[in-house]
């Protein structure tokens, strides 16, 4: 058996979100049938109007910078009167969720699936998770899942979607979006092999899609708001496309959505997806896949590693215990290392003690600059893009060593760049540039702290409020959830720029002290060579995963690419004009990406840009 270890390009990796204890409170008899319990009796002309009308908005230019608030109401007005002549049309469920759990467990149990040990239950705030029906030893084997429960982008091409799935071009591109649509099929089938998981889901969820306009609002000036307002326009692009497809194709003939088709349809199935979507290679190994795995998304976040992998030889998702748990509590997983921006927009909670939460900050070298051409090209030889989104981390230290060799080579004076280029070791000088003990010169860690500070308070400034403000704010009583989360979201983005702002104040300092003491600087041996990242995570990947990395890398780098940590796999592609560019642009986390140097320099701002 092969597991993770806390690489965050584990094959299995943890994204999905914690329900909300109030989920599917609101539940009543499913209604398939065209205007049953409808206000009003829509003609398909009518329907059929409006939703060209959104996809024409949805698909049109992306607006000029300051207007992305204004399209965004404007997209949300055509929703909204979408929706209201869809009421009463949506696929629900009699009953409560949790009446559902007893015929889960019952459904694992003689489908091979590990079901002693823990049940599931309520958590309060946190909602559902699994709770230990015994002791369970830190790093035992107490949950597996076999390849035949698991819905899956190649169970999609086997079902009832296998016709439509071969003749359209952005199923194909988009996984995530393929097993949106092979979950609403299957809910809406009485016979369906998955229903007992499929009436376990939640009724709704707590991502960005379900907010109100104010909640959405209480993110603007924050970096977050880009994500969400993008999130809710390629949503509904993408169902708007997709509706005039299975009313039209002659292949989606036969599909259960053709009678009944709604934006909250596709906005559950889409946060469905999104929350639970996880990478499995397929049955061959040769490749990895999506795949929404039942009862093991039951589980919670907290911080660990990763203890979830791929058992090929058994062919079934197996999960080892991150800690010991007594008899009761609560059994968690870790979901990767995800900032908070990532759990609010793609899971649907903030959580509190993250040690991974971060922003982003786009820096590049002006090419108008004099020294432009030498900085570029020791950044080049280090591996970095002249132009690149970095993060900012709420811990110390709180730049990486990618973002701290850039802005040393973005403070260099002339003769420093000469020296890393022509002088005595420069071949190894350069891999120096990210390790924090061997410093340029004084004068210039005077510099790159002095610019971090400034950048950090700068950034400030841009909000509406004030730290204190957004305290203040979540005190009152009567914050809605989702308000709620948007304010928490939007404060620890400030805190973590004033923990940037306050540690780069510090090493100022510090290293005026050096300057004015004349300390000598660090001397560098050759045998002090230390890589830029100063760490080897490939030598800690299980055999199965190292092969899956290796297909990543090479022939199979377009699945490799969108796959890449298992997040943020779409919901954000202009799919209904683009289908054939490089869909992993959009599926990357940027700060992630700019740490693989993948990033893409093209249209990243300049110096001191926001």
Not at 64 to 82: C, N, P
Not at 516 to 536: K, Q, R, V, W
Request: proline residues 4%; aromatic residues 8%; charged residues 25%.
């Amino acid at each position: 058996m092969y597991l993770g270890n806390g690489n965050k390009r584990s094959c299995c990796c943890h994204f999905h979100s914690r329900p909300s204890d109030t989920m599917g409170k609101k539940s009543r008899v499913k209604t398939q049938k065209s205007g049953s319990g409808a206000n009003t009796v829509v003609s398909p002309k009518e329907m059929m109007n409006l939703i060209s009308e959104l996809l024409q908005k949805c698909s049109s230019a992306a607006p000029s910078a300051g207007k992305e608030w204004e399209e965004y109401i404007q997209i949300r007005s055509l929703v909204e009167k979408i929706r209201k002549k869809q009421k009463g049309l949506s696929t629900v469920f009699e009953g409560n969720r949790e009446d559902y759990f007893p015929d889960l467990m019952s459904w694992a149990q003689e489908n091979g699936a590990s079901s002693n040990g823990f049940t599931v239950a309520n958590f309060g705030t946190e909602g559902y998770g699994l709770r230990a029906t015994r002791d369970i030893k830190a790093e035992e084997l107490f949950l597996w899942i076999p390849r035949k429960m698991l819905m899956t982008v190649e169970s999609a091409q086997s079902s009832l979607l296998g016709p439509l799935y071969g003749q359209d071009r952005i199923m194909q591109a988009m996984g995530n979006v393929t097993l949106a649509l092979h979950l609403l099929c299957e809910r809406a089938s009485p016979s369906s092999f998955w229903l007992p998981y499929i009436r376990s889901l939640p009724q709704g969820y707590d991502t960005p899609l379900y907010y109100q306009q104010d909640d959405v609002q209480l993110l603007l000036g924050t970096q977050a708001v880009q994500d969400v307002l993008s999130q809710y326009k390629n949503s509904a692009r993408q169902y708007a496309y997709f509706y005039k497809l299975v009313q039209t194709h002659p292949a989606a003939s036969k599909l259960p959505l053709k009678d009944s088709f709604t934006f909250d349809d596709y906005r559950w199935a889409v946060s469905s997806v999104m929350t639970r979507q996880n990478q499995i290679p397929t049955e061959d190994g040769s490749r990895v896949t999506l795949a929404l795995i039942p009862l093991w998304d039951m589980c919670n976040h907290t911080n660990g590693l990763i203890t979830t992998g791929y058992n090929l030889e058994d062919d079934r998702c197996e999960c080892v215990a991150l800690q010991d748990y007594k008899e009761n509590e609560q059994i968690y997983i870790f979901y990767g290392t995800r900032s908070n921006a990532e759990f609010v927009i793609h899971n649907g909670f903030f959580f509190q003690d993250n040690a991974h939460d971060r922003v982003k900050i786009k820096l590049g070298i002006s090419k108008s600059e004099r020294l432009y051409a030498m900085k570029a090209e020791v950044l080049a030889r280090a591996g970095i893009p002249a132009s690149c989104v970095f993060a900012l981390h709420c811990n110390e230290p709180p730049i990486s060593a990618q973002l701290l060799a850039f802005l040393r080579v973005f403070c260099m004076t002339e003769e420093e760049l000469k020296d890393y280029l022509l002088g005595d070791g420069a071949i190894n000088k350069i891999f120096t540039l990210g390790n924090s003990e061997f410093p340029v010169s004084w004068e210039n860690e005077i510099k790159l702290w002095t610019f971090l500070e400034n950048r950090a308070a700068l950034l400030l400034k841009t909000y509406k409020t004030t730290s204190e403000d957004d305290r203040s704010f979540l005190e009152k009583p009567d914050l809605s959830l989702h308000s709620r989360l948007a304010i928490q979201l939007r404060l620890a983005e400030k805190q973590i720029l004033e923990k940037v702002s306050a540690s780069g104040r510090d090493k100022r300092l510090h290293f005026q002290k050096k300057l004015e003491e004349g300390a000598p600087l660090p001397h560098f041996e050759e045998s002090d060579i230390a890589l830029l990242e100063n760490s080897d995570t490939d030598a800690q990947l299980p055999i199965i995963l190292r092969k899956l990395e290796e297909v990543e890398e090479g022939a199979g780098r377009q699945v490799g690419e969108a796959l890449l940590n298992g997040e943020k796999v779409g919901f954000g592609t202009q799919e209904s004009q683009e289908v054939s560019r490089d869909v992993a642009s959009d599926r990357t986390s940027p700060m992630e990406a700019s740490e693989l140097g993948a990033n893409r320099t093209e249209d990243i701002p300049k110096e001191n840009s926001e």
